[in-house]
Every structure is written in C-alpha cells, then in structure tokens.
C-alpha cells in the first residue's frame, strides 16, 4: 500500500514513503531549512515569543 502512486509519479517515492532514520541536512530549492536538528535562519525565542502573544491576545481579548 505504501507504494501506490510511485510507479507514475517516481519522484514523489520519497515524500510517499519517507526513508527510516536521521534527517541531518534538508534543503528546498537550494536553501537549507534543516541542518543538525535545527532550523537556521529561524529565530525561535521570537516564534515563542510571537505565538504567546497571539495565544494571550485571543484567549484574554
């Protein structure tokens, strides 16, 4: 079952099947979103940060 689809779309085996184990390198279009377990470029105190603000907003407004 896990296969179906893969024959006539090859490309998408990977993202249907997904391969067992670590992940140290990810990249879309030439840019790197995931490298050794963290997303750089992003900053995640101010994601924290940012989300706890609007949770605040909605649930005391």
């Known amino acids: 079952m896990e296969f ?5 779309d090859p490309e ?3 993202a249907k099947v997904g391969i ?7 990249m879309i ?6 490298k050794n377990g963290e997303f750089p470029g992003l900053d995640e105190q101010k ?3 940012d989300a706890q603000e609007h949770v605040h907003r909605v649930v005391y407004a």
Do not use: E, K, Y
Request: proline share 0%; no cysteine.
């Open 4 to 8: 179906i689809g893969t024959l006539h």
């Open 12 to 14: 998408s085996l990977i």
């Open 20 to 26: 067992a184990g670590n992940v140290d390198l990810t």
């Open 29 to 34: 279009n030439g840019r790197i979103v995931w």
């Open 47 to 49: 994601i924290v940060s």
